[in-house]
């Protein structure tokens, strides 16, 4: 088994010849800092609006190094910590729309892949979760329920045979489905990126580490870039910058890949619709089936590193590997004979409220996007046209959604912040544990979890 080397995506799909440094000191109308799909799209729509401007990327190691070249690769319509938060800052119209522009952004993506010959193993199955205990079916029930208030959610309920009939998990009490929801190959898809904005004429800078971002100047140890305006789209990575320690907060997932399994164990599965495949535990799993019939499967894992730490290039603590073959066999007994070929991880970005953001200040220069904490596939899609549109002085329906210019406070200092996360995540596997063995209602430690965390479910 390979642990590590970034990912599984990257160990498929082989890495570009490196892209030079940046040469010295330069001058530019864009830098954006991090080349993940945040930076990557933004780059993208600018070029395509505005193609004289002079957009400059640095990446400190290569394009698509972070969470975009490592992730699930769920391309889905979540609105990053809930809908409900936006209903009472700014109403019930205003939160659908935005959930109607996740769901659009699910197609654009699509879209531009398709238009720009990125092959990334994109097939839209929806996304299928799956609940299998008893408190976990009255959460999904009530979770259906409340989508139903929407008219544009499109979920359904599916009973234990139905959901069965699609995704033979044992033990299902039931599922939910919904269609916006497609399953990609990550890695591709930042590397086509990557490709297509350099073809625009963005010039991407790799091995270039920004140490600080200052209004109009992006500060590395080649040189610095000026530029009107300056993308801070470094994500998990943020709390590396100076001066942003206690920003977003960099927790960790992890996966592993199967070996391609065989034709056998999947007509036990079934899966034939490539949906992408998560459940109703509070440490929640998520599982794509892959383009050469692989099941890579995530979860937390270690949640979070004492003082901010990031992982390197994607080791994976062996304690993480087991609990994710714990779940896979679980959920597939006929996967019990599988090699795991590779156990990667990653860094997403936890904001204080578990809300993403996306803004520019007109004052310095400094534009951000981020904080999707596990959903940002296609909200970076999002991301980058909003930057586009407020960088360009456009407004549009877009600079109008609810996310945008949205601040929030830092996280405590250490050892709280460790000691809070710890014991957040402790308290979700204790839950999950008790819900599955024996209790018959959701376990008030969760709740509890859920209320001191600021997180909703
Ligand atoms: C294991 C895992 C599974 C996930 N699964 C899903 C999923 O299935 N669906 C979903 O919607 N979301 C998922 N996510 C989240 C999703 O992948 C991210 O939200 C998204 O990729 C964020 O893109 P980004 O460009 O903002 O950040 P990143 O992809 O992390 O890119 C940031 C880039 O900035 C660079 N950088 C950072 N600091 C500096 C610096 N100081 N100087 C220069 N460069 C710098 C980094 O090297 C990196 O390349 C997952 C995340 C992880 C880690």
């Not at 591709?188 to 971002?213: P, Q």
């Not at 459940?279 to 901010?308: C, L």
């Amino acid at each position: 088994m390979i642990n590590g080397d970034v990912s599984f995506w990257w160990s498929q799909v082989g890495r570009d010849a490196p892209r030079a440094p940046l040469p010295g000191s330069l001058r530019a109308d864009v830098c954006i800092v991090g080349a993940g799909y945040t930076g990557l799209w933004t780059a993208y729509y600018l070029k395509k609006a505005a193609p004289q401007l002079r957009v400059v990327i640095l990446e400190q190691r290569f394009a698509g190094y972070g969470a975009s070249g490592r992730n699930g690769g769920w391309l889905t319509n979540a609105v990053t910590g809930g809908r409900d938060q936006y209903v009472t800052t700014h109403g019930r119209d205003a939160t659908a729309r935005f959930q109607t522009h996740m769901n659009e952004t699910v197609d654009e993506v699509i879209r531009v892949a398709a238009l720009e010959g990125i092959d990334a193993d994109i097939v839209k199955g929806g996304e299928f979760t799956v609940a299998y205990d008893a408190p976990q079916q009255s959460r999904l029930v009530a979770s259906v329920r409340a989508e139903h208030l929407w008219s544009m959610t499109d979920v359904e309920l599916l009973s234990a045979k139905e959901a069965t009939d699609r995704i033979n998990v044992v033990g299902t009490t039931g599922a939910s489905w919904h269609p916006h929801c497609a399953r990609i190959q990550p890695a591709k898809l930042a590397a086509g990126l990557a490709r297509v904005v350099e073809a625009l004429g963005v010039e991407i800078y790799e091995d270039t580490r920004v140490s600080e971002i200052l209004p109009r100047r992006a500060v590395t140890d080649r040189g610095t870039v000026e530029a009107e305006f300056v993308v801070r789209a470094t994500e998990g990575f943020t709390a590396g910058l100076k001066n942003l320690h206690r920003a977003w907060l960099p927790m960790n997932s992890s996966l592993i890949a199967t070996e391609p399994l065989n034709a056998q164990v999947w007509d036990s599965i079934g899966w034939n619709g490539r949906d992408a495949l998560g459940d109703m535990a509070h440490a929640y799993m998520y599982a794509q089936r892959t383009a050469d019939d692989r099941i890579a499967i995530g979860g937390r894992g270690v949640p979070y590193r004492f003082g901010s730490k990031t992982d390197s290039d994607g080791q994976t603590p062996s304690s993480t590997v087991e609990l994710l073959r714990g779940i896979l066999h679980r959920f597939f007994p006929a996967t019990a004979d599988a090699a795991i070929d590779h156990a990667w991880s990653g860094v997403l970005g936890v904001p204080r409220d578990w809300a993403a953001t996306v803004g520019l200040d007109h004052n310095s220069g400094l534009a951000w996007a981020g904080g999707y904490v596990g959903t940002g596939v296609t909200t970076t899609n999002l991301a980058g046209r909003t930057l586009t549109d407020l960088i360009l002085g456009t407004p549009s329906t877009l600079t109008e959604l609810p996310w945008v210019n949205h601040r929030v406070r830092n996280w405590e200092p250490e050892p709280c912040r460790w000691l809070a996360v710890t014991a957040l995540y402790q308290a979700y596997s204790m839950a999950d544990h008790a819900e599955f063995t024996r209790r018959t209602t959701t376990s008030p430690l969760a709740t509890i979890a859920d209320v001191v965390s600021g997180r909703g479910h």
